[in-house]
C-alpha cells in the first residue's frame, strides 16, 4: 500500500510527541512508506547548515542545538534531540536516504529576544517551553531549552485526552496507547488519528494559552508553502502535534506575514553541543516532557523482549554494586511485572509494573537499590558526542584540545579526581579546573581530600553539565585561548572587586591557576587596597589567603616575592592597629574579633616559616629606582613582634574577655608563656572581684574555640582546679548568666574529652597549696609531671615523620632535647 493511497492529498503531516520513542519509532516507519522528496523538521532555520553533521560518526546523542547571541552569549537557548527522538529520527533518516531536511520553526534570531523580554518580565527561572506537563511535549516544539514560560495557562492536550478516555494518568494512557503499540499495521493511521485528536483540541481551545505560538505556525506554513513550490506535495513534516492542525489552516501568505512584521531580533550564531539524558529529565530541572529518558531510550533500542532485557540490566548493575542478585531474580521480577500489568488492565509492563517488580524481587522492599537503579538506569547519565569540526568559538577549541592533552574526558557523572601538584600532568589538569572556575565554568569543584592535606594534593569532583558549553561561549569574550581569557578576567574581577578580602582571594586564584601574566595587576590592586583599608578587621581577613598564596606558590613554583612584601606589610599594619581595635567591643564584636586573631595567629605562624621564604631570587631594581627588601628581610622577626600584640592583649582590661582568654592560649601553646604564668592570669580573671559573665568570657577564650583546650584542662590540673574552684564559686544569681557560655564551650570538646573531665572533676582535681606542681591523684595514665622516658620513646617515629633522619653525621644529643622540648 502506497502512501499515496494511505493519506490525503498535500504534504504528510507527522504530528509527534517529543523524545517519544513510539512516536519515533512511528516515523521511521512512515518516511520508510511514503519515500518524500523532503522532510521537514520543527526546529530554527539557521541550523539547516548544521544537518549534515548529524551523519558523521563521531555525533552521538543525546545532542543539542546551540543558539546564541553573538553580542552577549549568555542570552542562549538548546534544542535538544535524543536517539529516541522523532525529529533526530528523521533526520538520520534524510541524511542516510539522500534527501534535503529543513528546518522550519521560528529563527533563533527571534526566539533569542522573547527568552530575553519574558526573563525581565517575569524573573521566571528558565525552561523548555516543552516542560508545561505534557502540553509542551506534543506542541511547543524541540526547543528553545532556555526560553521563559508565558504568563497564560497552558492547555496538556495528553492529559484532556487521557481525561476523555477514562484515564487520570496521562503518561500512562501515553504509554498504553502509543509506547506499547506494536509494530504493523497502516504506518499513517497513528498521524491521522492524533491529528484528528488535536484538531478537535485546537477548535476548543485554540492556541492553548500561548498566542506565541501563532506566530511560530504562521513561520512554519511560510517554510512549507515554499517547499511545496520546490519539491510539491511530495514533503513530509515532523512537528509537535498540536501544530498539525494550525499547518493544515487555509491562511493566506499576507496574513502570516503579517503576524513575523516587525518582530524584533538579534545575530546569533548555532552549533551542537553534547547534551545529557539527565538533563532531558523533569526531575533535573529540564521540563523535556519526560520522567524517564533511560527507560525511553532501553525500548526505543530494544528489538524485542523489552521487559526481559530491562530486567537483566537492572540485575547487571545490582550485581556490581555487590548485591546478590541471579537469574532466578529476572526470571521471577519479569513474570511479577507481567502479572501487575494484567491485573492493571495494560497491554504490558510499563515502568511503573517493572519497578514494582525491581523492588519487590531484586531489592527486598528497600527503596535505597532502588534509587540506584533510577539514578543510573531509568534516568542515566549518558553524554553525548558531537564532531571536533562542528562550528565552535576559539574558547571551545583551545578547551577541547587542553581536554584532549590533559586526558581530562568529560563525563555525564560524577566522579572524583585525586591530584598530585608535584606531577607534570596533574598539575596542568589543577591549573586548567583553576582558570576554568576563573571563568565561571564550574566543570570541577574542590573536594575534601580523603588522603594528604598537604598542599601538594588537591580533590576535586567533576561533572560536565550541557550548560557548561553556554558558560564557555561566555568566556569567550575575555580570549581565544583559556589562559588568555582566565587572565583577562581575573585583571577586571581585581579591578571591580568590592573589598579588601575579595582581592586578596583573587590573588590566591590566580596563584591556583597558574596566572603569572595577572598577578601585576592583582598585586598593584591589592596594595592600594591595603594601603586605604584602615579596617583592621577587614585585613586580617585578607591576610590569611595571601599566606596561603605563599603556600600554593611554593608547591607550584611560582614566583611570589611581591605577594610575600604585601603580606608583611598587612600583617604589620595589623600588628598596630590590633589593640586598639580590640577595645570597647560588645560580645558579637568581640567573638568576631576572636576569630580573627586566630586566623592571623595562622597566618603569621606560616609567613615565618623557611618553606615561605625559599624563594627564586628577585630580579635587580631598575636604575634609578631603590631596592625593596627581600622577602625573608620582610618576614624576619614577625613572629616575636605578634607574640608582643598578644602580650598587650592578655593584659589590657579594656579588651574584651574572650580576646584576652585567646592571647593567653596562644602565648601558652607557642612556649612564650610559662605554664605558671598562665595559671597566675586565670587566677587574677577568676578572682571574687571579676564579673562572672566576664570570667566566663575569658576561659571561652582560653580554652575554647576548638584550638585543644579540653586536652589542656585534662593534662594540667592546675588549670582544671581554677576553673572548677571558680565555677562552684558562682554565685546563683548570676550562674544562668554564664552557663549558656560556658555550655558552647565545653560542648566542643570531644566526648572522650569531656569523659574524661568529668572523671576528673568528680575525683577532684588538687593543687598544692603554694602553687607548685600538681598532687598525684591516682588515675591510671596521669602522673605528676611529664614522664621523659615515655616521651624519649616516640622520638624516632617522631623525627622520621618530620623527615629529620637523613645521612648526615652522628646526631647532637642537642637535637633529641629541642625535640623533646617541642613536643612538650
Not at 573536594?447 to 601538594?456: K, N
Not at 586578596?504 to 601585576?520: F, I, K, Q, S, V
Not at 592583582?522 to 595571601?546: E, I, K, N, S, T
Not at 600538681?774 to 624516632?796: C, E, K, M, Q, S
Request: hydrophobic fraction near 45%; charge should be negative.
Amino acid at each position: 500500500m502506497t502512501a499515496s493511497r494511505t493519506r490525503e492529498g498535500g504534504p504528510l503531516l507527522l504530528g509527534v510527541r517529543h523524545h517519544g520513542p513510539g512516536s519515533a519509532r512511528a516515523v521511521r516507519a512512515a518516511l520508510d512508506a511514503a519515500r518524500p522528496a523532503a522532510v521537514l523538521i520543527e526546529g530554527p532555520p539557521e541550523a539547516d547548515a548544521l544537518i549534515p553533521l548529524a551523519a558523521d560518526e563521531d555525533m552521538r546523542p543525546p545532542v543539542a542545538l546551540l543558539a546564541h547571541a553573538v553580542d552577549e552569549p549568555g542570552r542562549s537557548a538548546f534544542w535538544p534531540f535524543a536517539e529516541f527522538s522523532p525529529e533526530w529520527v528523521a533526520i538520520r533518516w534524510a541524511l542516510s536516504h539522500d534527501v534535503p531536511a529543513r528546518f522550519i520553526d521560528l529563527p533563533a534570531t527571534h526566539t533569542l529576544v522573547w527568552q530575553q523580554d519574558e526573563k525581565e518580565e517575569d524573573g521566571k527561572e528558565e525552561k523548555d517551553d516543552r516542560g508545561q506537563e505534557g502540553r509542551g511535549d506534543v506542541g511547543a516544539g524541540p526547543g528553545p531549552e532556555g526560553a521563559a514560560a508565558v504568563d497564560a495557562v497552558r492547555v496538556d492536550p495528553l492529559a484532556v485526552l487521557a481525561e476523555t478516555a477514562g484515564h487520570d494518568d496521562p503518561e500512562r494512557w501515553w504509554e498504553d496507547v502509543v509506547e506499547h503499540r506494536g509494530a504493523g499495521g497502516d504506518p499513517f493511521v497513528p498521524f491521522t488519528v492524533l491529528g484528528e485528536a488535536m484538531t478537535a483540541l485546537r477548535e476548543a481551545y485554540g492556541a492553548g494559552g500561548d498566542d506565541r505560538d501563532l506566530v511560530r505556525e504562521a513561520h512554519m506554513r511560510l517554510r512549507l508553502r515554499a517547499a511545496r513550490r520546490e519539491f510539491g506535495d511530495d514533503v513530509a513534516v515532523v512537528c509537535g502535534a498540536w501544530h498539525v492542525p494550525a499547518l493544515r489552516q487555509r491562511a493566506t501568505v499576507a496574513a502570516d506575514r503579517a503576524l513575523l512584521k516587525g518582530l524584533p531580533k538579534v545575530k546569533a550564531e548555532m552549533t551542537w553541543v553534547p547534551w545529557t539524558h539527565r538533563r532531558l529529565s523533569r526531575a533535573s530541572g529540564y521540563g523535556a516532557g519526560i520522567h524517564s529518558p533511560g527507560w525511553y531510550g532501553h525500548l526505543f533500542g530494544a528489538p524485542d523482549r523489552p521487559v526481559e532485557r530491562w530486567m537483566t540490566k537492572v540485575a547487571g548493575l545490582l550485581r556490581d554494586e555487590g548485591r546478590a542478585v541471579s537469574s532466578a531474580h529476572v526470571i521471577e521480577a519479569v513474570r511479577l511485572a507481567g502479572t501487575l500489568a494484567a491485573m492493571r488492565g495494560r497491554p504490558l509492563p510499563g515502568l511503573a509494573e517493572t519497578t514494582d517488580a525491581v523492588r519487590a524481587v531484586m531489592c527486598d522492599g528497600s527503596d535505597v537499590p532502588l534509587s540506584l537503579v533510577h539514578e543510573r538506569l531509568v534516568v542515566g547519565d549518558v553524554l553525548g558526542e558531537v564532531p571536533e569540526d562542528a562550528p565552535a568559538v576559539p574558547l571551545q577549541r583551545d578547551l577541547a584540545r587542553l581536554q584532549r592533552g590533559l586526558r581530562l574526558r568529560p563525563e555525564a557523572s560524577e566522579r572524583e579526581l585525586e591530584l598530585d601538584l608535584r606531577k607534570e600532568t596533574d598539575a596542568g589538569r589543577s591549573g586548567l579546573l583553576h582558570r576554568l572556575r576563573l571563568l565561571g565554568v564550574d566543570w570541577g569543584l574542590p573536594a575534601v581530600s580523603r588522603g594528604s592535606t598537604g598542599t601538594f594534593r588537591e580533590t576535586w569532583r567533576l561533572r560536565w553539565e550541557p550548560e557548561l558549553s553556554v558558560r564557555v561561549a561566555e568566556a569567550g569574550v575575555w580570549g581565544t585561548t583559556v589562559l588568555a581569557a582566565a587572565t583577562a578576567r581575573a585583571e577586571a574581577d581585581a579591578v571591580m572587586a568590592p573589598s579588601l578580602a575579595d582581592v586578596t582571594a583573587l590573588a590566591e586564584r590566580c596563584l591556583l591557576a597558574g596566572l603569572p601574566d595577572a598577578l601585576p595587576v592583582v598585586m598593584r590592586v591589592l596594595a592600594d587596597r591595603a594601603a586605604l583599608d584602615a579596617d583592621v578587621g577587614h585585613l586580617a581577613q585578607a591576610l590569611p589567603a595571601l599566606v596561603r598564596s605563599l603556600r600554593y606558590g611554593d608547591v607550584r613554583g611560582t614566583d611570589t616575592h611581591a605577594l610575600t612584601d604585601v603580606a608583611a606589610g598587612l600583617a604589620e599594619r595589623i600588628f598596630v592597629g590590633l589593640p586598639p581595635a580590640c577595645a570597647a567591643l560588645d560580645a558579637d564584636a568581640a567573638e568576631e574579633m576572636r576569630a580573627h586573631v586566630d586566623a592571623v595567629h595562622t597566618a603569621v605562624g606560616l609567613l615565618g616559616e623557611p618553606q615561605a621564604q625559599r624563594q627564586r631570587p628577585r630580579p635587580a631594581a631598575a636604575p634609578g629606582h631603590g631596592q625593596a627588601p627581600s622577602a625573608p628581610a620582610a618576614t624576619e622577626g614577625m613572629r616575636d613582634r605578634w607574640h608582643a600584640v598578644l602580650t598587650v592583649l592578655s593584659g589590657r582590661d579594656s579588651v574584651p574577655g574572650v580576646v584576652r582568654g585567646r592571647s593567653v592560649r596562644l602565648l601558652l601553646d607557642d612556649g612564650r608563656l610559662a605554664h605558671d604564668e598562665a595559671a597566675r592570669l586565670m587566677g587574677l580573671v577568676l578572682s571574687p572581684g571579676t564579673a562572672p559573665g566576664d570570667a566566663a568570657a575569658w576561659i571561652e577564650g582560653f580554652v575554647g574555640g576548638g584550638a585543644g583546650g579540653g586536652m589542656l584542662l585534662v593534662h594540667d590540673e592546675r588549670l582544671l582546679g581554677l576553673v572548677d574552684a571558680w565555677l562552684t564559686g558562682v554565685p546563683a544569681e548570676a550562674f544562668t548568666d554564664v552557663l549558656p557560655l560556658l555550655r558552647r564551650t565545653f560542648s566542643a570538646y570531644e566526648p572522650g574529652v569531656r569523659r574524661t573531665l568529668g572523671e576528673l572533676v568528680r575525683r577532684g582535681p588538687k593543687t598544692r597549696a603554694d602553687g607548685g606542681s600538681p598532687v598525684a591523684t591516682g588515675i591510671p595514665g596521669f602522673g605528676p609531671a611529664l614522664d621523659t622516658g615515655r616521651a624519649d620513646a616516640v622520638l624516632p617515629a617522631l623525627r622520621l615523620l618530620l623527615g629529620l633522619d637523613r645521612p648526615a653525621p652522628e646526631a647532637d644529643p642537642a637535637d633529641d632535647n629541642d625535640l623533646v622540648g617541642a613536643t612538650r
